[in-house]
């Protein structure tokens, strides 16, 4: 009888789980979860995302918590349906009612957005004070990303780097090495390296295109970073994007100069990097 009742209820609990997860928004769940996982640890390390793969590899333990928030989601969003219109039991819908179901999982969204835009503000004002302080508002553009995951340091590739080449010009490292000291204030914050030209041809025999140009010169960068001012590995992401992701027309010379920079990244804690 024991082992009886103990299947009846976790079968009763399965089928809950799938009742209440029919409610939810996939994609803006997951921002949610890897967001809660980044923030408070809910979830356990591998776990920064549903789907294939990733429920498992984070265990089992995680059944709980998840089967928690989405019952508890799922509620909200049927009390939802019988308060605002007229309810239909058999079919748990409402009739001639268009409203809202996804309930809770906007508000968190909603919620976890705001925080992201107040984290981000926030560090955006610590790194303009110090690019103040180190005397770089000449050498460095400073933004936000508008969905508010990160803080950016752009710097020209003509301060950096000569033409056609992805060595570091010995003027630009006291300058590269002020902007390290910015970088160590975020200790344990991922940080991304993106290295960018214009569309002009490759003709250096060194590299074969834009591409090759571009990585090479945002891997200096971070290996320069990681050498002066021991950044951490783990920490440090590069990439190239060549020519294609210009911010100007690449028809004028002085467009084609501030599509040749490097843009240094700083995620916060909620954007799941």
């Not at 107040?118 to 110090?130: A, N, W």
Request: net charge negative; charged share 30%; aromatic share 10%.
């Amino acid at each position: 009888m024991n082992t009886f009742a103990d299947l009846m209820n976790l079968l009763l609990c399965f089928f809950v789980m799938l009742f209440a997860m029919s409610e939810v928004d996939a994609e803006k769940f997951q921002e949610i979860a890897i967001s809660m996982s980044n923030s408070f640890g809910i979830f356990d390390a591998g776990g920064r995302a549903f789907g294939e793969g990733p429920l498992i590899s984070s265990g089992m333990s995680q059944l709980s918590n998840l089967d928690q928030y989405t019952t508890s989601m799922g509620k909200r969003a049927e009390s939802k349906k019988e308060n605002d219109g007229e309810y239909d039991p058999t079919t748990k819908e409402n009739i001639g009612d268009d409203t809202d179901k996804e309930g809770g999982i906007d508000e968190a969204y909603e919620v976890i957005k705001k925080r992201m835009e107040e984290v981000s503000g926030e560090m955006y004002g610590t790194v303009e004070k110090l690019t103040e302080e180190y005397n770089l508002g000449e050498y460095v553009e400073l933004s936000i990303d508008p969905d508010f995951r990160y803080v950016q340091i752009s710097m020209k590739g003509s301060i950096l780097f000569n033409s056609g080449k992805a060595d570091i010009l010995p003027d630009a490292r006291p300058i590269l090495s002020k902007i390290g000291d910015i970088l160590s204030e975020f200790d344990g914050y991922i940080v991304e390296i993106i290295g960018h030209t214009d569309d002009r041809p490759m003709t250096s025999p060194t590299y074969k295109d834009n591409n090759w140009l571009s990585t090479a010169r945002a891997l200096n960068a971070a290996e320069f970073l990681m050498e002066n001012n021991n950044l951490d590995p783990q920490n440090l992401k590069y990439s190239g994007r060549g020519e294609y992701e210009p911010i100007a027309p690449n028809t004028t010379e002085e467009g084609r100069a501030r599509n040749r920079r490097i843009e240094i990244r700083i995620f916060n804690e909620y954007s799941g990097r």
